[in-house]
């Protein structure tokens, strides 16, 4: 379980990216912060893992407050997958899987083995484990990335918008490998992301943000949906926009689900 | 006698070849004075250049430093230090460090700065300490650039050392400051030829370091290619070319 407690973050230059934010994230789920750029949703999560230290609050794993943990050693306990892969182009990817691993001072061997078998639960045959990292695609990067952040097993993994710059085909299919991955290891997810799609696909508890931190509303998809708590939520789950008002209209017997425009979204069983 | 058949005569001659105003042996000293300047540049410009290039502090300080030394003219310097310290070798090399201190300070900062800034804050999300993240990514990505700025350095103080004979050093300078003194245009030209040559040597062998250095920052740049060129690879990286070196200057 990470709780956030009356936490506030005030850069040196005075400018404030978080007051008085607080949050129980619960452990084996995945929780989901969405809203817009400079909500402060990467700033709350760099500091799970110390990249970033709250200037007020506290918050605590476990029961544990990090702010008395070591920083190093706090982030090499939590996986951390990041936007751009950021892997490093002068290791193998075979290697670069097993960064952590060394630095938790795993043998060479054992790390390169559970590197190795890492790489095939997301879907890297062992042809690309000694290849350099520019000599995959883009999605291809972003796998290792996740088999990077997850291959010494923490119990948490935070992962910062790590889909957002591959193109939507590639998108929708790291999102189902993360849900397949997710069912088999349940880790504590915590999901930075401004997509609602990605938010309502992936989130078991989804976590709305306005600008300056502020939590606009809390709950699982389905609650977001048939209970927004403000116009603010409405609007930016795409109530209003009308793109997820559906009806339902007859069609040759059977029962076609379209938008508020007539166009057809799918069939109702 | 042409010019060409007096130089030819003065490499010829047998008192060139032996004893301690050989060719051999001021080739030895100018090499001497040039690997002291750069080891005695490197001990101020190494850790000064990896404190800039991996807090970002200072880099507007150092960049207007480097800018103001490199205007510096070396025989001014060379002039200064020799009324305030004396004349000798010593002086010499440390002029001539002061001189290469900007090549070098230049490319490990602009380096290590180049280096991918999410690969550095992936490092540091893993749990690596600053020193690792110095160690194991950002010198060896920098390594290309931190060796070009080293082979402009290397380049610089060969071709400099000459004038270092002018307060009474050896070194391949000796036989020109000499023979401008004696009209002995030969030796002059025989000294330059050498001066040229030595230069050209140690140039080739630079660049062949930072081929390596290259290979070691970007290997998959020189294996063979992937099995999915089709792919895309959005590097950040690609940007870069694997030669970047800082600009070179000569005084």
Known sequence: ?269 | MSLLQETLAWFSDPAQWSGPTSIPWRIVEHIGYTFFAIVAAAVVAIPAGIYIGHTGRWRKLAVLSTGSLRALPFLGLLTLLALWLGIGPLISIIALAILCIPQLLAGMYSGIDAVDPHAVDASRAMGMTETQIILRVELPLAMPVILGGLRSAVLQVTATATVAAFIGAGGLGRYIIDGLALRDTPRVLGGALVVVLLALLLDGLFALAQRFGARLAYPAAHTAPAVNVLAPSPSPNSRRTTHDQPPTHNS
């Open chain 1, 1 to 269: 379980m990470i709780e956030f407690r009356s936490v506030g973050k005030q850069f040196a230059d005075g400018t404030r990216a978080l007051a008085d934010f607080s949050l129980t994230i619960p452990s084996h789920s995945t929780t989901v912060l969405v809203g817009p750029s400079g909500c402060g949703k990467t700033t709350l999560l760099r500091s799970i893992n110390r990249m970033e230290d709250p200037t007020e609050g506290q918050i605590l794993i476990d029961d544990h407050d990090i702010a008395r943990r070591d920083p190093i050693q706090l982030r090499r306990s939590i996986g951390y997958v990041m936007q751009h892969a950021g892997l490093l182009p002068h290791r193998r990817v075979i290697d670069n899987v097993a960064t952590q691993l060394r630095l938790n001072g795993v043998p060479k061997a054992e790390a390169r083995r559970r590197s190795s078998e890492m790489l095939e639960t997301v879907g890297l045959g062992s042809s690309l484990h000694r290849k350099y990292p520019s000599q995959l695609s883009g999605g291809q990067q972003q796998r290792v990335g996740v088999a990077r952040a997850l291959v010494h097993d923490p119990n948490i993994l935070l992962m910062d918008e790590p889909f957002s710059a591959v193109d939507p085909i590639v998108r929708a299919e790291l999102r189902d490998e993360l849900l397949r991955l997710q069912q088999e290891l349940k880790k504590t997810i915590v999901f930075v992301t401004h997509d609602i799609e990605e938010a309502f696909a992936l989130g078991d508890q989804v976590v709305v943000l306005k600008t300056g931190g502020e939590i606009a509303q809390v709950g699982s998809p389905v609650d977001l949906l048939a209970r927004p708590a403000e116009a603010f939520v409405e609007e930016f789950i795409g109530l209003q926009q009308g793109g997820r008002r559906l009806r339902v209209q007859d069609a040759y017997g059977r029962r076609i689900v379209v938008d508020e425009h007539g166009r057809p979204a799918g069939v109702l069983e």
